[in-house]
């Protein structure tokens, strides 16, 4: 693929750590860093990257499973960590985060957008049981990349974005049944349904019915328990909502659940249904 062509990679999605890149071949930004420095420079260097490559690490929110690596990646690494002023006032207070940030901190306010080596960084609201909780919508080149993860609620803005979205990773944390029938104490469990806690599969697939249109060309599932959900579970829930509404996966959308604790493959990003001639 061409060096400044986007492409898109998982490297953990779930409660035991979440981190993805997008960008191109020459460099990017990392969303979140919930999984340890030397992993993430493991799945960088995999990529023919590295540390020197990355222009900043954008933070969803403050929970430790999105931010265990910041104080090292900002303090050390040099990396510039990008949140809103409550973010960081989450990080700092964050026991998880052992390297407090001094140095690396960078601000903006939410729904202003801003840019970063060509990238326009829009952000929205996101309901979720944090001090602040954002998605991400990342254009480059014409192309529309949006991240929405641990959203308790559906909000206008949100589906606004989906319906401008060209790549799209959204949450299907568990499956409902699962969840009330699981292991959970019952605290845990009305957390989790709650206005603030985290989206369902049923949502998510209705969710995309509701908001879809044919520039949508590839959708990643995130975020999903381990506990409470199952990959194939969540994509033949999100699968039969959308051929329920006429859109078929495979010939009008990509459609994945991404892997918890492994890296995913290399989306190269473009205008096409992602396919095998596609992957790196």
């Known amino acids: 693929m061409e060096e400044n062509g986007l492409i898109f990679r998982c490297f953990a999605s779930g409660s035991s750590g979440n981190c993805y890149y997008l960008g191109t071949r020459r460099r990017g930004v990392l969303i979140d860093a919930g999984i340890s420095a030397r992993q993430i420079q493991k799945c960088l260097r995999e990529m023919g990257l590295d540390f020197q490559n990355i222009m900043g690490v954008l933070v969803t929110h403050d929970h430790a499973d999105h931010i265990r690596a910041v ?11 990008y949140a809103t002023e409550l973010i960081h006032e989450g990080i700092d207070r964050n026991y998880g985060v052992r390297e407090k940030l001094r140095t690396s901190r960078r601000y903006f ?7 970063l080596f060509g990238m326009q960084i829009n952000t929205f ?7 602040d909780c954002l998605g991400y919508a990342i254009d480059y080149q014409g192309q529309r990349f949006v991240m929405i993860t641990d959203c308790g609620s559906v909000n206008d803005e949100m589906e606004a974005y989906i319906r401008t979205a060209n790549h799209l990773v959204i949450e299907a944390n568990h499956d409902e049944h ?15 349904l709650s206005p603030r806690g985290h989206q369902s599969n049923d949502v998510c697939g209705q969710l995309l019915v509701k908001n ?6 590839n959708i990643w599932l995130c975020h999903l328990s381990l506990e409470n959900n199952d990959p194939q579970v969540a994509y033949d829930t999100v699968a039969a909502y959308l051929l329920n509404a006429g859109i078929e996966p495979g010939r009008d959308v990509f459609l994945k659940a991404l892997e918890r604790t492994t890296p995913g493959e290399v989306y ?12 790196d």
Do not use: A, C, F, Q
């Open 268 to 279: 190269s990003l473009n205008d096409k249904v992602i396919g095998t001639e596609n992957k």
């Open 125 to 131: 609201d996101i309901e979720h049981d944090s001090t």
């Open 109 to 115: 306010e939410k729904g202003e957008p801003w840019e």
């Open 178 to 192: 699962m969840l009330l029938n699981g292991p959970y104490p019952t605290y845990l469990k009305e957390r989790i």
């Open 71 to 81: 104080g090292t990646l900002g303090e050390r690494v040099h990396l510039p960590i």
């Open 212 to 217: 879809w249109h044919e520039g949508l060309r």
